[in-house]
């Protein structure tokens, strides 16, 4: 396994690879956990090369957001990746990532509709920042192939979307949410919370699921959400929102004629620890 901190000895180590080679990529920002050793498996199985980023990326973190207390698990991420396989691990530093600067830099506009719902609402310049680095990694690494967790799915999403914009040849390959014991979809951010909010935590899950069966068997979509952001703003959740939209560009989904996302994102615990998760609901 290698590991690699700059642009030039990335490009030279992807240079040197066979160009039939099925080349995977794993953007992540490190605080590895099962979620992301998920995506790693699944590009063993399928890629010659896995290729694994750990970036904490500036660009695509507010003012007032937790860019200085992300978690930084460098060591341990490490010794992770060389359980799974990987072949090759890129650790840059924002300054090499951004040489003159983020206000210097040219920058992805995702499609505003899309991007500008949801987390978009409250997280403004976020999936600008987003589609930025994934696009420079993207241009660096040249995969074939590029893994993402469905628990981002609007950023899932806005990739996919890019690369059709942007008439880019990658196959983007998503992987289903992994979940701990009591339904709470891995993040690295649930590291702010205290054991018992972990556990109180998956009420979130635990309502998507009761939201998608009264949806199926007798509540309209909007009485089912309305019911779901009640019961967990009793329990202590503040919702930032709660909605169901089409999976192809996240549209408004006010019927039950086809299979659409429930989303959500709320704050949690004493730290109030933003929390996202999602289901599909289909089979009506």
């Known amino acids: 396994m290698k590991i690699i901190d700059s642009v030039r000895e990335l490009i030279a180590y992807r240079n040197g690879l066979n160009p039939d080679l099925k ?7 490190g605080a590895l956990h099962e979620g992301h050793l998920a995506l790693l498996k699944e590009a063993k ?3 010659d090369i896995v290729i694994i980023s750990i970036f904490v990326n ?8 937790d860019l200085n207390k992300y978690p930084r698990t460098l060591e341990k991420d490490i010794q992770l990746c060389k359980s799974i396989g990987v072949d090759l691990i890129f650790t840059p530093t924002a300054e090499e990532i951004y040489p003159e600067g983020q206000e210097n830099l040219s920058k992805v506009i995702p499609r505003k509709k899309v991007a500008n719902c949801l987390c978009g609402k409250t997280r403004p310049n976020h999936f600008a920042g987003v589609l930025t680095i994934v696009l420079k990694l993207f241009n660096l690494i040249q995969p074939t192939q590029a893994y993402f967790g469905e ?6 999403t806005l990739i996919r979307l890019m690369l059709k914009d942007l008439d880019l040849n990658i196959d983007i390959i998503p992987v289903s949410i992994v979940r701990n014991s009591g339904g709470l979809a891995l993040s690295s951010r649930n590291k702010y919370l205290t054991e ?8 979130i899950y635990l309502t998507l699921m009761e939201t998608a069966e009264n949806i199926k068997n007798k509540l309209s ?5 309305n019911l779901a952001k009640l019961n967990l703003s009793t329990q202590g959740f503040t919702i930032d929102y709660l909605e169901a939209r089409s999976e192809d560009n996240l549209e408004i989904v006010n019927n039950k004629n086809s299979p659409f996302r429930l989303l959500i994102a709320a704050y949690f615990g004493i ?5 996202i998760d999602n289901l599909r609901v289909f089979n009506f």
Do not use: C, Y
């Open 23 to 29: 080349i995977a990529l794993v953007p992540t920002m």
């Open 45 to 47: 199985q399928k890629a």
């Open 58 to 65: 500036p660009l695509q973190f507010g003012q007032n957001e």
């Open 151 to 156: 628990k981002d799915f609007q950023q899932l």
């Open 196 to 203: 018992l909010e972990v556990s109180q935590a998956s009420q």
């Open 221 to 225: 979509i909007l009485e089912a959400l």
């Open 271 to 275: 730290n109030k620890t933003r929390l």
